[in-house]
């Protein structure tokens, strides 16, 4: 199976920037729909950027013109570079990853979590005011 493990995470003031990497081993990424989820404490699971095997990306609107994903193909990781920061980003963020062509814009406007077989543990991410 594919393993995800993320990482960058931590605290950050608002306004300010992170990177998260997602580290993929066990199978290239190249054949998945990848992505970055969130999820607030009482909130439901969201995701905020998505890369598909058609190398379309789509964002979350909450999150245009902030947050930009890639892959580094030479790497096998998937990267979030989050800038400028407000309060309402602070969750656990996840890595996720569904195999089968999926839309990244409809990743990143409905509801498709339930399509992702593979996740990391997560990495949490906290925005102060």
């Known amino acids: 199976q594919v393993q995800l493990v993320e990482s960058g995470g931590g605290s950050v003031e608002a306004g300010g920037s992170l990177r998260l990497s997602c580290r993929v081993s066990?199978?290239?990424?190249?054949?998945?729909?990848m992505a970055w989820f969130r999820q607030a404490p009482g909130k439901e699971r969201e995701a905020v950027a998505a890369a598909d095997t058609t190398g379309d990306i789509s964002y979350r609107d909450s999150v245009k013109g902030r947050f930009t994903i890639s892959k580094d193909n030479s790497k096998n990781t998937l990267d979030l570079q989050m800038n400028s920061l407000k309060p309402e980003d602070t969750a656990m963020y996840y890595c996720a990853a569904a195999r089968g062509g999926y839309s990244a814009h409809l990743v990143t406007t409905q509801r498709m979590d339930h399509f992702f077989s593979y996740w990391g543990q997560g990495t949490q991410v906290t925005v102060s005011s």
């Open positions: 066990g199978d290239n990424y190249d054949g998945y729909c």
